[in-house]
């Protein structure tokens, strides 16, 4: 298989934490997130010519979350980050360091513009982890880009 590269960009608040919880709360909502299908039926039920039944969707994030590692995959999407930290690891966004945005934008203030033209940001992620800039637009705050892989 492979990990697939999922991004979305919101609008800026201060607090990145609120932005990271509405956007997951978005997505899971509008229910853009892999969910494991039951829709194919096992060994048997071709056998037998039965079909397996559309599995309940999942009631919160926390079981969507549960429910996609159960296959060791996660959900593909901006609810596999569960916390924002200094440090990359699994399931964690990460701030791109100040001395990555000069080197990759010129500016630690880059444009949205900047951030979606940049392969090299994106190279800079490892499988299950993800990682945030905040953009700029004339000097000011605009935007907050969120971005990772999936786990596999």
């Given at each position: 298989?492979?990990?697939?590269?999922?991004?979305?960009?919101?609008?800026?608040?201060?607090?990145?934490?609120?932005?990271?919880?509405?956007?997951?709360?978005?997505?899971?909502?509008?229910?853009?997130f892999w969910q494991p299908s039951q829709a194919e039926p096992g060994f048997f039920g071709r056998i037998l010519g039965r079909s397996s039944s559309k599995p309940r969707p999942p009631r919160s994030i926390r079981e969507a979350i549960k429910i996609a590692d159960d296959s060791a995959?996660?959900?593909?999407?901006?609810?596999?980050?569960?916390?924002?930290?200094?440090?990359?690891?699994?399931?964690?966004?990460?701030?791109?360091?100040?001395?990555?945005?000069?080197?990759?934008?010129?500016?630690?203030?880059?444009?949205?513009?900047?951030?979606?033209?940049?392969?090299?940001?994106?190279?800079?992620?490892?499988?299950?982890?993800?990682?945030?800039?905040?953009?700029?637009?004339?000097?000011?705050?605009?935007?907050?880009?969120?971005?990772?892989?999936?786990?596999?």
């Amino acid at each position: 298989m492979g990990a697939e590269f999922w991004s979305y960009f919101v609008p800026y608040q201060e607090d990145i934490w609120v932005a990271l919880e509405a956007l997951r709360e978005q997505e899971f909502r509008a229910g853009r997130f892999w969910q494991p299908s039951q829709a194919e039926p096992g060994f048997f039920g071709r056998i037998l010519g039965r079909s397996s039944s559309k599995p309940r969707p999942p009631r919160s994030i926390r079981e969507a979350i549960k429910i996609a590692d159960d296959s060791a995959i996660g959900t593909r999407s901006i609810l596999d980050m569960e916390r924002i930290s200094d440090t990359p690891a699994s399931g964690t966004l990460t701030r791109v360091p100040r001395d990555d945005l000069h080197r990759l934008f010129g500016t630690e203030q880059p444009t949205r513009e900047m951030v979606e033209e940049s392969e090299e940001l994106i190279d800079m992620i490892d499988r299950g982890q993800g990682i945030y800039v905040v953009t700029y637009q004339q000097g000011k705050p605009d935007g907050i880009y969120f971005a990772g892989y999936s786990y596999d």
